[in-house]
């Protein structure tokens, strides 16, 4: 069993910036990829960034505001927005995958954490 846990989400104006941290727990073997989704109101989840061993990838309109990092040490994926607007309000979800001791491959979500960016 994996379990996830996340922080730092909360209400910023305009052109702030917010930092989210995700922290992994559990009988982890390896974590092959750490990543943020988000999901607005009346929207479909989609992808804000993933990091993996070797490399990050972005959405494209986060490119340039968002930066995604991981501490292998401590299991734990950071996500630092700035220059933030408010289409950037969703909630938003830390995703891992993982390889554990008794699931194997598991594929885990978090409970998600919202950001709030207003005008």
């Known amino acids: 069993q994996v379990q996830l846990v996340e922080s730092g989400g909360g209400l910023v104006q305009a052109g702030g910036s917010l930092r989210l941290s995700c922290t992994a727990s559990?009988?982890?073997?390896?974590?092959?990829?750490m990543g943020w989704y988000r999901q607005a109101p009346g929207k479909q989840r989609e992808l804000v960034a993933t990091?993996?061993?070797?490399?990050?990838n972005y959405a494209e309109s986060m490119k340039g505001r968002f930066t995604i990092s991981r501490d292998n040490a401590k299991n734990t994926v950071y996500l630092q927005m700035s220059s933030l607007k408010p289409e950037d309000t969703a909630v938003y979800y830390c995703?891992?995958?993982?390889?554990?001791?008794?699931?194997?491959?598991?594929?885990?979500w978090g409970q998600g954490t919202q950001g709030t960016v207003a005008s």
């Open positions: 995703n891992v995958i993982v390889t554990a001791a008794t699931v194997g491959r598991s594929n885990d």
């Open positions: 559990g009988s982890i073997f390896s974590i092959s990829s």
């Open positions: 990091v993996t061993s070797g490399s990050t």
